[in-house]
Nanobody, 127 residues
Framework: QVQLVESGGGLVQPGGSLRVSCAGS????????VGWFRQAPGKEREELSC????????FYAESVKGRFTASRDHAKNAVYLQMNSLKPDDTALYYC????????????????????RGRGTQVTVSS
C-alpha cells in the first residue's frame, strides 16, 4: 500500500526559508514522479511542483518558480520541497502525491491527488 507522510512544516517569518519532506512508506519513492500541492482555507488546491523519477526533471508553477526547489534523497526514500523567500500568501497545508507513474506528464496534477497523497504539513508565514 502506497503511503506518503509529510513533515517539516511550521511557522516562519516572511522572507524566511523552510524545507518540507515527503517520505514514502512501503514502496520505493524513487520509482515514481511526485507532485507537491498546497491548499489554503477558502482557496482551491494549487499544484506547485512535480519531480520525475529517473532524471529528476522538475516542473514549477509560476507562483513559486525561482523560490521553491524540489529534490530527492534516494537513501532516505524521500522527496523535499525547499522553500525560500516565503510570503504570507504561501501559508497553506502542503502535501505530496503520486500517481505511481515515472514522469510528470500532462494531467499529473489531476491524477496524483486521486491516486495517493499524504495528509499534509502546515506552513504558516507570518511575522
Amino acid at each position: 500500500q502506497v503511503q506518503l507522510v509529510e513533515s517539516g512544516g511550521g511557522l516562519v517569518q516572511p522572507g524566511g526559508s523552510l524545507r518540507v519532506s515527503c517520505a514514502g512508506s512501503g514502496f520505493p519513492l524513487d520509482y515514481y514522479a511526485v507532485g507537491w500541492f498546497r491548499q489554503a482555507p477558502g482557496k482551491e488546491r494549487e499544484e506547485l511542483s512535480c519531480i520525475s523519477a529517473g532524471d529528476g526533471t522538475t516542473f514549477y508553477a509560476e507562483s513559486v518558480k525561482g523560490r521553491f526547489t524540489a529534490s530527492r534523497d534516494h537513501a532516505k526514500n524521500a522527496v523535499y520541497l525547499q522553500m525560500n523567500s516565503l510570503k504570507p500568501d504561501d501559508t497553506a497545508l502542503y502535501y505530496c502525491a503520486t500517481d505511481q507513474s515515472r514522469s510528470c506528464t500532462t494531467g499529473w496534477d489531476q491524477r496524483m491527488v486521486l491516486v495517493a497523497r499524504g495528509r499534509g504539513t502546515q506552513v504558516t508565514v507570518s511575522s
